[in-house]
């Protein structure tokens, strides 16, 4: 098993974003909204902590640049992923393809 060390605010984020996860290896249709709705953050803290997250190397964060009809501004239509470091979060994801199960620790 994989430990991360991630803030409280953190570890609420990627633990509903991996909540959200309900298909196959990387696909992901969680957004903002979603993660609002799931954590109780709103959008300016939430921009925080996925920043923080991306720096880490522990989402990506896809703002649908060149997708027909969406405005890459409109942070509500960006996609959060997980990335290879966090994706043994999902447990269906770890049972399915066999990846390393991760814990997140809160440092304080």
């Known amino acids: 098993m994989k430990t991360i060390a991630v803030t409280k605010l953190e570890k609420l984020v990627l633990e509903a974003l991996a909540k959200g996860m309900y298909a196959e290896l990387g696909f992901s249709d969680v957004g903002l909204p979603e993660l609002r709705k799931d954590t109780g953050l709103t959008n300016k803290v939430l921009r925080g902590v996925g920043s923080s997250l991306v720096k880490k190397e522990l989402v990506s964060i896809w703002d649908r ?3 027909w009809g969406v405005n890459p501004r409109d942070v509500d239509m960006h996609i959060w992923y997980l990335t290879p470091d966090t994706q043994g979060l999902v447990d269906h994801w770890v049972e399915e393809e066999g990846l390393e199960k991760v ?3 809160e440092n304080n």
């Open 65 to 67: 640049e060149g997708d």
């Open 103 to 105: 814990m997140l620790v």
